[in-house]
């Protein structure tokens, strides 16, 4: 699979994501006293760690998408290289992705398209900027 087609593939999800997420306008994270808080999400990070990392990872299966969880969610920054899996699989790729934004949203974190076949996903204290665009 060329780069170009999974830019455009990583581009239409994590598009679709901050549209709809523009259309709800809604809190991404539960009130405190909420039934939701007891269920199974991931915990969202109040207070940084004491150190932070920016770690890069290759996604090879779907099965390498818990350790990227578990180490955003130690606060650690990643950024993913989604070219290998493409390679197997662009259905896997689209899976991986979305994946990824319901992660990221659970949590309040952050996650965005770097170039044609990588994406950086952060935990909750750290926000990525993007450059409004006419």
Not at 27 to 55: D, F, N, T
Not at 66 to 87: C, F, M, Q, T, Y
Request: with cysteine; glycine share 6%; net charge positive.
């Amino acid at each position: 699979m060329s780069n170009v087609k999974l830019g455009n593939i990583i581009e239409k999800i994590l598009g679709k994501r901050d549209e709809k997420e523009k259309k709800e306008k809604k809190p991404r994270s539960q009130p405190a006293g909420s039934l939701a808080a007891y269920h199974s999400k991931p915990a969202k990070i109040s207070v940084p760690p004491e150190r932070i990392y920016i770690k890069a990872r290759v996604l090879q299966s779907l099965e390498d998408l818990d350790a990227i969880k578990n180490e955003v969610n130690s606060g650690n920054i990643l950024i993913v290289r989604l070219g290998p899996l493409a390679k197997k699989n662009a259905d896997d790729v689209k899976k991986a992705i979305n994946e990824l934004c319901d992660f990221t949203q659970q949590i309040d974190g952050d996650i965005a398209r770097l170039g044609e076949e990588r994406v950086v996903v952060t935990p909750s204290f750290v926000k990525i900027w993007r450059e409004k665009t006419t």
